[in-house]
């Protein structure tokens, strides 16, 4: 029997909670004709042979377990594309989303317009009134706020919770934004909204509760990525977020290099000297806290940590020596000007810097 809703749940090691969530969505979808699409990266704790359990038992579950591609966004992107379903739902595979507002979403999508029916539902946290049991920290709290309060001012739309990662819309609207999508990060329902201006969007409410079990992969980092996201959709997609965010960090790294720059040529150093050895400082910078921001899901640990910082350096020193070559070239034909010719040589850095170390340093498991 075709579905008429599939069910769509990436996972990361969620090995301890997919039985559970099956169990809870056939308690609330006793109506429906509906299926299981769970998109796992391969998670170290066999997700995937858990899905495969449950699939084993009842015939309306499918696992695709991607071996080679990361990431919550493009997870939730090819579980739309393998749905069978007429409308795509989509949410957490640890518990957080309560599958009883199934119902109601699909119900409000069936509706036309007029009678309170939309193209795209989502599930508010923020709309019961209560306290939200699954956001446990007051710091996680405020972060979505803030979150919240950025989205919905780049959207010129008021929703209580623009950030929320349940929702529900026809198979067709979804499948026909993909290409337009972002395939990295992970606020799918804010990219959905930001290409579908015109959609009617209607939120419900439901109660966000706590892990089943696990934990949560999202630090106070998103709110950076956030932020690189929104300057690259205003960019029309000529800037990916990660060269967004590569240029960041490099803006914020270009303060250490000019103040010791400028404190090098205070202390009597010869132009070049000054320039190598703000450019040293500033590397050391912008490989860790890229490492942290902009590439948050494959950050490097321990010994990788300490491999791609080599790793990076030698790239980067290939580029510390066009870079100080162009200053110096550009310092000589601006009569000493020396902040237009730093400026020439970290331009000429940044760009191979970004392209090569995206692919050698952090690419290796995309
Ligand atoms: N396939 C895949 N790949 N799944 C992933 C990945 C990934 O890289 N990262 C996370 N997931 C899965 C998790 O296993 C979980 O089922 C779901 O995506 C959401 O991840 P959580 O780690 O549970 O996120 P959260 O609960 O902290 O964040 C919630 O709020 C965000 C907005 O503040 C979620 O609802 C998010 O979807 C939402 O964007
Ligand atoms: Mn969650």
Same mark, same amino acid.
């Given at each position: 029997?075709?579905?008429?809703?599939?069910?769509?749940?990436?996972?990361?090691?969620?090995?301890?909670?997919?039985?559970?969530?099956?169990?809870?969505?056939?308690?609330?979808?006793?109506?429906?004709?509906?299926?299981?699409?769970?998109?796992?990266?391969?998670?170290?704790?066999?997700?995937?042979?858990?899905?495969?359990?449950?699939? @084993?038992?009842?015939?309306?579950?499918?696992?695709?377990?991607?071996?080679?591609?990361?990431?919550?966004?493009?997870?939730?992107?090819?579980?739309?594309?393998?749905?069978?379903?007429?409308?795509?739902?989509?949410?957490?595979?640890?518990?957080?989303?309560?599958?009883?507002?199934?119902?109601?979403?699909?119900?409000?999508?069936?509706?036309?317009?007029?009678?309170?029916?939309?193209?795209?539902?989502?599930?508010?946290?923020?709309?019961?009134?209560?306290?939200?049991?699954?956001?446990?920290?007051?710091?996680?709290?405020?972060?979505?706020?803030?979150?919240?309060?950025?989205?919905?001012?780049?959207?010129?739309?008021?929703?209580?919770?623009?950030?929320?990662?349940?929702?529900?819309?026809?198979?067709?609207?979804?499948?026909?934004?993909?290409?337009?999508?972002?395939?990295?990060?992970?606020?799918?329902?804010?990219?959905?909204?930001?290409?579908?201006?015109?959609?009617?969007?209607?939120?419900?409410?439901?109660?966000?509760?706590?892990?089943?079990?696990?934990?949560?992969?999202?630090?106070?980092?998103?709110?950076?990525?956030?932020?690189?996201?929104?300057?690259?959709?205003?960019?029309?997609?000529?800037?990916?977020?990660?060269?967004?965010?590569?240029?960041?960090?490099?803006?914020?790294?270009?303060?250490?290099?000019?103040?010791?720059?400028?404190?090098?040529?205070?202390?009597?150093? @010869?132009?070049?000297?000054?320039? @190598?050895?703000?450019?040293?400082?500033?590397?050391?910078?912008?490989?860790?806290?890229?490492?942290?921001?902009?590439?948050?899901?494959?950050?490097?640990?321990?010994?990788?940590?300490?491999?791609?910082?080599?790793?990076?350096?030698?790239?980067?020193?290939?580029?510390?020596? @066009?870079?100080?070559?162009?200053?110096?070239?550009?310092?000589?034909?601006?009569?000493?000007?020396?902040?237009?010719?730093?400026?020439?040589?970290?331009?000429?850095?940044?760009?191979?810097?970004?392209?090569?170390?995206?692919?050698?340093?952090?690419?290796?498991?995309?």
């Amino acid at each position: 029997m075709t579905p008429t809703v599939s069910i769509v749940v990436p996972t990361y090691n969620e090995a301890g909670n997919v039985a559970r969530l099956y169990d809870d969505l056939a308690a609330a979808l006793p109506a429906l004709a509906w299926e299981l699409v769970v998109v796992d990266d391969d998670s170290p704790d066999g997700t995937a042979d858990a899905v495969r359990r449950v699939a @084993a038992l009842h015939g309306n579950v499918r696992c695709l377990q991607r071996v080679q591609e990361r990431g919550l966004a493009s997870a939730v992107h090819w579980g739309v594309q393998a749905a069978h379903g007429e409308i795509v739902v989509v949410m957490d595979g640890d518990g957080q989303h309560a599958p009883a507002l199934i119902p109601a979403m699909v119900e409000a999508l069936q509706k036309p317009g007029g009678e309170g029916g939309a193209d795209i539902v989502s599930g508010s946290r923020f709309l019961s009134g209560g306290p939200v049991e699954g956001l446990e920290s007051p710091r996680r709290l405020a972060l979505s706020e803030r979150g919240n309060q950025l989205v919905n001012l780049f959207l010129g739309r008021t929703l209580s919770d623009p950030l929320t990662g349940f929702f529900a819309t026809s198979r067709r609207l979804f499948v026909a934004s993909i290409p337009r999508l972002q395939a990295d990060g992970f606020k799918v329902f804010f990219d959905l909204a930001w290409h579908n201006r015109g959609a009617t969007i209607r939120e419900l409410p439901f109660d966000f509760r706590k892990r089943q079990s696990g934990e949560s992969k999202l630090g106070s980092y998103v709110l950076w990525l956030l932020a690189c996201d929104i300057v690259a959709k205003l960019s029309r997609g000529l800037l990916p977020p990660r060269l967004v965010s590569f240029v960041g960090v490099g803006l914020i790294g270009s303060i250490f290099h000019f103040s010791v720059l400028y404190a090098a040529l205070a202390a009597g150093a @010869a132009f070049w000297v000054a320039q @190598a050895v703000a450019t040293i400082v500033a590397l050391v910078f912008n490989f860790s806290i890229n490492n942290v921001l902009t590439y948050s899901d494959q950050r490097l640990r321990g010994t990788l940590f300490w491999k791609g910082l080599l790793l990076y350096s030698l790239i980067a020193s290939l580029g510390i020596v @066009a870079n100080v070559s162009t200053a110096q070239l550009a310092y000589v034909q601006l009569n000493g000007h020396a902040f237009l010719a730093s400026t020439a040589g970290l331009v000429i850095d940044v760009i191979w810097r970004f392209v090569v170390s995206n692919r050698l340093v952090w690419g290796g498991r995309r």
